[in-house]
């Protein structure tokens, strides 16, 4: 791994980063809320990683393979833990100012949409293997309910539909614009500082403060990995 760097956000937050991986590491405990194998679902966690595989992956035992890679690295099985075929060299990491904070809100995302697939189109005989995919990791110094959690996990997704379709994106299956790919994640994560939100969306600073970071965010990493079309 290579020498901790400390990341632009108002609470410490460091990232090691190999070939292998990006590992993210909080100083204290992070109110989260996740889709990820290991580490699901609500939880208080100061350890996340983001696993490169080859694109030939199987994907037959992803949680097992994961909670190996996890031990292999010396972090906890308390980690949030994803994969991505994406190189990580092609991450990027976008923060944004929140209040009087210079750096209240951030996303780490890793975008590939080389299996890019519009959610509304029919499944049925569609022929492609599910790889490609978009991992999302935000970070906020702020104190939210669980239902601004969930919000701020539907203010991301808003924000990374947003992107592809800025990018011109398109599920060449279905002809149609790509609102993600088959195997995306996402993971948000608060410091529950500071009064009591029980919001995260559109019509909240915060909200708008995570989706500016997850848009550029995604935009970089698809402009990096050369997967915007021209």
């Not at 292999?72 to 976008?94: D, F």
Request: with cysteine; proline share 4%; glycine share 8%.
């Amino acid at each position: 791994m290579s020498m901790l760097e400390r990341l632009p956000f108002s609470q410490p937050l460091t990232l090691s980063q190999s070939e292998q991986c990006l590992a993210i590491t909080s100083q204290l405990p992070l109110r989260t809320l996740s889709s990820a194998l290991i580490g699901d679902g609500f939880g208080s966690k100061q350890h996340f990683a983001n696993f490169h595989v080859d694109y030939r992956y199987d994907g037959r035992a992803p949680k097992a393979d994961l909670s190996a890679w996890l031990g292999g690295m010396g972090m906890p099985a308390s980690s949030v833990a994803m994969m991505t075929a994406v190189r990580l060299s092609n991450a990027s990491i976008v923060s944004m100012p929140l209040a009087q904070l210079d750096h209240g809100v951030m996303a780490l995302v890793t975008a590939g949409a080389g299996n890019a697939v519009d959610i509304t189109a029919l499944h049925s005989q569609d022929p492609r293997l599910v790889a490609g995919t978009i991992n999302v990791f935000v970070f906020v110094d702020a104190h939210l309910t669980d239902g601004a959690l969930v919000n701020a996990c539907l203010s991301i997704t808003e924000a990374k539909v947003q992107a592809l379709y800025m990018a011109g994106v398109i599920d060449t299956h279905s002809g149609t614009a790509a609102t993600g790919t088959s195997t995306d994640c996402v993971c948000m994560a608060a410091t529950q500082r500071g009064e009591l939100s029980p919001y995260a969306g559109s019509g909240t600073v915060l909200g708008r403060a995570i989706g500016r970071a997850v848009y550029q965010a995604t935009l970089n990493s698809l402009a990096s990995a050369n997967e915007m079309p021209l």
